[in-house]
């Protein structure tokens, strides 16, 4: 690394400030501000000044008398509201890494892409190896959408999408589509392909109205998450992926 950042970590010793905020998502200032209060250990022993060393990978940090542990990657779990840009600096609209506080950005990437005009789950994370991994063609990864409609899909139209339909010298491989109503449903796919769903409805004389990702990789969207809301994975989700943390 370089610059400030650099200065502040050497291989594996770093502040205990800036682990403090790494790992539990305090900013830098509370992170110090918790330390002078004498909240803080490391190894047994209170630490009241920020600029502190320590090893992160082999000490043993409590906060309040709770432990923390390291974390190799993070893995957020992002409720996309429409308008933003799934990548981590674009001159055509806020980005998705905006929706975070300034001291979790650093490192993170969407793994994937929603369209500007599409809502619902997105994961940003710093693990590029399980990024590409989840991305690869070979990997099958399932992505299900609900989807809008702007007239009523016939059985004939769910029949030939499920099978695949070209959409510009491409044939799109076999999906799931189940409608809730004329005009509602969810669809399931395992590619993704540039505009994919709204160019495989408009080879069907129709048109995507509304689409919002509900699920990624056994990921499901958080109901409890407002639209720009976001959370940590929980232990279990992270295993779904073969997270490795």
Known sequence: ???????????????????????????????????????????????????????????????????????????ILLNKPLGYVSSTDDPGGPTVLELLPENLRKGLFPCGRLDKNTAGL????????????????????????????????TEEDVRELEQGVDIGGYRTKPCTLKMQSPTEGTITLTEGKYHQIKRMFQNRCNRVIALERISFGGLRLDGRLAPGEFRFLTKEEEALLGAEN
């Open 1 to 75: 690394e370089t610059g400030k950042a650099g200065s502040e970590r050497k291989g594996s010793v770093v502040r205990t400030d800036k682990y403090l905020a790494d790992v539990t998502g305090l900013s830098r200032k509370e992170a110090g501000e918790a330390l002078r209060r004498g909240r803080a250990t490391v190894n047994g022993q209170v630490v009241l000044r920020p600029e502190e060393k320590l090893d992160e990978r082999t000490a043993l940090v409590l906060l309040d008398g709770v432990p923390l542990s390291y974390r190799r990657f993070t893995y």
């Open 122 to 153: 997105l994961l940003l994370t710093d693990d590029g190896p399980l990024t590409h991994r989840l991305l690869a063609p070979k990997s099958h990864v399932q992505k299900e959408y609900r989807v809008t409609l702007e007239r009523p899909v």
